[in-house]
């Protein structure tokens, strides 16, 4: 039986995905990321699912030696990491990077200079891909894990207004003007008032990785 750690029992779950690009690709990757530092991603800030994301390149010569007797790496690639946390299962973030057509976009943009990349087109070739490329989280921290992203924005709204209500009933009020207060202080905050509790474990993958030829 899998054990799965308490950490990642909950509503957000982490990614890593770290794959190769050839070092003549070097200079590609680093203009692509500049130029998405620079670019209002909106579309992105719509996709409420995510937490965090975030995509770094990893020199050859910048990885890491533990000790000075241990032998330099002789790899032919630079490292691409892409590291993210998320609301819902895997296939669902992975469906919506694809299905999305402006968010596509952007992934064959970010990933067109990692070797093998599929581009996200067909579906099952892009999962095969980023499923194969993904390390196994070992560690995650998670503060609310039974909150998802809008779960916390509307928890930092319904702040906000419960303090503007406090500071509204400050003085001494009636009965009456009180319970007109309250009532459209909760008429407001309703929508505020979400659920939150940790979901069911997901399930395991359905895309198993397979063995890949790299191209240099």
């Given at each position: 039986?899998t054990?799965?750690p308490?950490?990642?029992?909950?509503?957000?779950?982490?990614?890593?995905?770290?794959?190769?690009?050839a070092?003549?690709?070097?200079?590609?990757?680093w203009?692509?990321?500049f130029?998405f530092r620079?670019?209002?991603?909106?579309i992105v800030?719509?996709?409420?699912?995510?937490?965090f994301?975030?995509?770094i390149?990893i020199?050859?010569?910048?990885l890491p030696?533990?000790?000075?007797?241990q032998?330099?790496e002789?790899?032919?690639?630079?490292?691409y990491?892409f590291?993210?946390?998320?609301?819902?299962?895997w296939?669902q973030y992975i469906?919506?990077?694809?299905?999305?057509e402006?968010?596509?976009?952007?992934l064959?943009?970010?990933w067109?200079?990692?070797?093998?990349?599929p581009?996200?087109?067909?579906?099952?070739?892009?999962?095969?891909?980023?499923?194969?490329?993904?390390y196994?989280?070992y560690?995650?921290?998670?503060?609310?894990?039974?909150?998802?992203?809008r779960?916390?924005?509307?928890a930092?709204?319904?702040e906000?207004?419960?303090?503007?209500?406090?500071a509204r009933?400050e003085k001494?009020?009636?009965?009456?003007?009180?319970?007109?207060?309250?009532n459209?202080?909760?008429?407001?905050?309703?929508?505020n008032?979400?659920?939150?509790g940790?979901?069911?474990?997901?399930?395991?993958?359905?895309?198993?990785?397979?063995?890949?030829?790299?191209?240099?």
């Amino acid at each position: 039986m899998t054990m799965t750690p308490k950490h990642l029992i909950g509503k957000s779950n982490p990614m890593t995905v770290i794959t190769p690009v050839a070092r003549w690709k070097r200079l590609g990757t680093w203009l692509v990321l500049f130029i998405f530092r620079h670019l209002p991603l909106g579309i992105v800030k719509q996709l409420a699912f995510i937490h965090f994301a975030r995509w770094i390149t990893i020199k050859r010569e910048d990885l890491p030696r533990l000790t000075e007797d241990q032998p330099k790496e002789n790899w032919p690639y630079d490292l691409y990491l892409f590291t993210t946390n998320f609301n819902g299962s895997w296939d669902q973030y992975i469906d919506a990077f694809g299905r999305i057509e402006s968010v596509s976009k952007g992934l064959n943009m970010l990933w067109y200079t990692s070797s093998g990349f599929p581009g996200p087109w067909p579906m099952r070739l892009f999962k095969r891909y980023i499923h194969y490329f993904e390390y196994p989280q070992y560690l995650y921290y998670n503060a609310y894990p039974g909150a998802a992203v809008r779960d916390i924005d509307m928890a930092l709204q319904l702040e906000r207004k419960l303090d503007d209500f406090v500071a509204r009933t400050e003085k001494p009020v009636d009965d009456r003007e009180f319970e007109v207060l309250f009532n459209a202080f909760f008429d407001d905050v309703a929508p505020n008032l979400g659920q939150t509790g940790r979901e069911d474990v997901p399930t395991n993958l359905e895309h198993r990785a397979q063995p890949l030829e790299l191209s240099q």
